[in-house]
């Protein structure tokens, strides 16, 4: 991923979860203000309205969604931040660290000595707070 992320030929515009989730007016308009700078922030939040995790579930209990697995009982599971904690054996997490610690450093899910963090800023490497427990990322 960091070799998408540093190829100065190809523009690129970052949007985490996290910050859809908190500030999903804001992301999603910078989201397409990058995209073309002429967007509109009404239709923006029109967007999001059609769009909201809850009316995506609603659909998905009315019509099924195409990509769920077989084996899940929805795909649209909780649409809430750090929900994985409830999810992930502490093995699972530290793995996900293991594999993927660059990436997640880069993006203010790690601190520089490897401590899990919950970002309350917008932009990763502004202040946070430290997670507590070993399956916390």
Same mark, same amino acid.
């Given at each position: 991923m960091l070799s998408w992320v540093d190829a100065s030929e190809m523009p690129l515009h970052v949007m985490r979860y996290e910050?859809?989730?908190?500030?999903?007016?804001?992301?999603?308009?910078a989201g397409a203000a990058f995209l073309d700078p002429s967007h509109d922030r009404e239709r923006v939040i029109d967007a999001l309205e059609k769009s909201s995790f809850e009316e995506l579930q609603r659909q998905e209990e009315q019509q099924g969604f195409r990509e769920k697995s077989p084996s899940s009982k929805s795909f649209f599971r909780k649409g809430?931040?750090?929900?994985?904690?409830?999810?992930?054996?502490?093995?699972?997490?530290?793995?996900?660290?293991?594999?993927?610690?660059?990436?997640?450093?880069?993006?203010?899910?790690?601190?520089?000595?490897?401590?899990?963090?919950? $970002?309350?800023?917008?932009?990763?490497?502004?202040?946070? $707070?430290?997670? $507590?427990?070993?399956?916390?990322?």
């Open positions: 910050d859809m989730k908190r500030s999903p007016v804001e992301t999603f308009t809430s931040v750090g929900s994985w904690r409830e999810t992930l054996t502490a093995e699972q997490a530290a793995r996900i660290v293991g594999d993927h610690r660059d990436v997640m450093r880069r993006f203010g899910y790690l601190t520089d000595d490897d401590e899990p963090v919950f $970002r309350e800023s917008r932009r990763p490497g502004g202040p946070g $707070r430290r997670c $507590r427990g070993a399956a916390a990322l």
